[in-house]
DNA sequence: GTACAATCGGAATCGTCATTCCGCTTCAAG
DNA sequence: CTTGAAGCGGAATGACGATTCCGATTGTAC
């Protein structure tokens, strides 16, 4: 039987957790992760052996919100746009909250099996959309999945890194998407 | 008079920090470079301050030279490709090195007089380029330096953490270009 | 060659966290 | 209501590194 308020608190910390790993990344203080949810260090060590572990936790959930939202873009069965709308989707969670995974990884930690796994569904996912939107002509042919990922990265931590006004964003996704259209009949 | 041991080990100091820090990035030891540089700590405490104040000597260099080639690339007058000549140099800069100028940014730490200036100045040149290139319809007028900036962050971003080869770096920036030049006659 | 100040080297110090420990409290089964 | 187990809080511990200190060196001026 789990008890009641442990459930609770690890939704608590969890919750806190969320928010300040998203304003401060990974410099933020476990002290602070658990005086925000009002809890002592020791519970939050109760439920996560690490703060890796909880980092891992909370980006492993959004990942996983991103990929449920490919596969749901993936049936829409609009092969012209679903591919645009996923990047976006990703660019625009970036911008809301600092996942920090490319810090994380250039920071040497490890990135675990269940990381990566989502990791090779990420890319699977992407290169999906991408053959769907090629198939209809709505990508140019000429490139592949290493150029988005590129594209998707450096995006994504613009977005993060940055204080971009939201019309900024759509600017420059504007560009990026363009880039990737068909190159106008050539001469 | 300057001691010349002293100013063969400022020397020293600041090649091996260069070398180092362009790997590991900040979170290279002080002690590391102090070894590499076949020195004590207490010496490269005697040319720098602090950790932070020899990593911005570095940056700084690295971004004067940027600035350099900005000038010679305005003054060759050939506005349809300077814009994105220094564009790829930065990005190529960036991939050669650990530059972390945004992980320093986003980890908080002051951005000094100095720095401010040479943002400043990154900031004219890119616009004075930007400006020749539309001028001479080689870039798209519907674009602003906000969303030069946040794309030439995320591409040097990308280079700089990810491991990508010297191909995929040219065919996403030939994206990216594609995207900036002005569009297809509409319908 | 001598003297003195500028430098050195690197051991010791200091501060900052993540993580551990343990006596105290609270849940829930009987 | 009682009790044992699970969970809690938060002080204490341990590691890691930046920075400081100071006796030993070394360069330069005279």
């Keep these: 039987m789990i008890r009641s308020d442990a459930a609770r608190n690890r939704a608590k910390v969890l919750a806190a957790a969320e928010t300040v790993l998203g304003e401060q990344g990974l410099t933020a203080r476990m002290d602070e992760i658990a005086r925000r949810a009002g809890v002592g260090v020791g519970t939050v060590y109760r439920h996560f052996a690490t703060k890796e572990a909880l980092y891992a936790a909370i980006v492993s959930a959004r990942v996983d ?37 490319d810090a994380l990884h250039s920071a040497g930690i490890d990135v675990k099996a269940e990381q990566a796994g989502q990791r090779t569904q990420m890319r699977e996912a992407l290169a999906d959309l991408l053959r769907d939107a090629q198939r209809v002509g709505a990508v140019r042919l000429d490139v592949d999945l290493p150029e988005i990922l590129a ?5 994504s931590m613009a977005a993060e890194t940055g204080d971009y006004s939201g019309p900024v964003i759509d600017r420059t996704l504007a560009v990026l998407f363009d880039g990737l259209r068909p190159l106008a009949p050539p001469a």
């Design 65 to 101: 919100l991103l990929l449920d939202e490919a596969a749901r873009l993936r049936a829409a069965a609009e092969p012209e746009t679903g591919f645009f709308r996923f990047f976006a989707q990703v660019v625009a969670d970036a911008a809301r909250k600092k996942t920090l995974t």
């Design 151 to 155: 594209l998707l990265r450096g995006a």
